[in-house]
């Protein structure tokens, strides 16, 4: 004879993640910074601290140094002296 069990599964429990977890994974799955910004309500600087992104203010384009071809080549190279 057969015996049937039946349970009962309690109900799930969703929590939220957090605002930064939140904005976290939606920039891993490719969503921009100011569109996670609208999507959970939140400033740009708030979501840019949350990736870890420096504000443009603090890092601007023109005092960031280029690296160019020959000051890369100049860094790689030894210096080799050659006697005559």
């Known amino acids: 004879m057969a015996t049937s ?17 939140q ?8 969503v921009t910074p100011s569109e996670i910004g609208s999507i959970l309500g939140l400033s740009a600087s708030t979501v840019d601290s949350y990736l870890g992104i420096a504000s443009n203010s ?4 023109a005092s960031v140094p280029q690296a160019t071809e020959s000051s890369l080549v ?11």
């Open 5 to 21: 069990i039946s349970a009962t599964l309690p109900p799930i429990a969703y929590v939220p993640a957090a605002a930064g977890a």
């Open 23 to 30: 904005a976290t994974l939606l920039y891993h799955e490719g």
């Open 58 to 61: 603090a890092t601007s384009a």
């Open 74 to 84: 100049n860094q790689a190279l030894p210096k080799i002296s050659v006697f005559a």
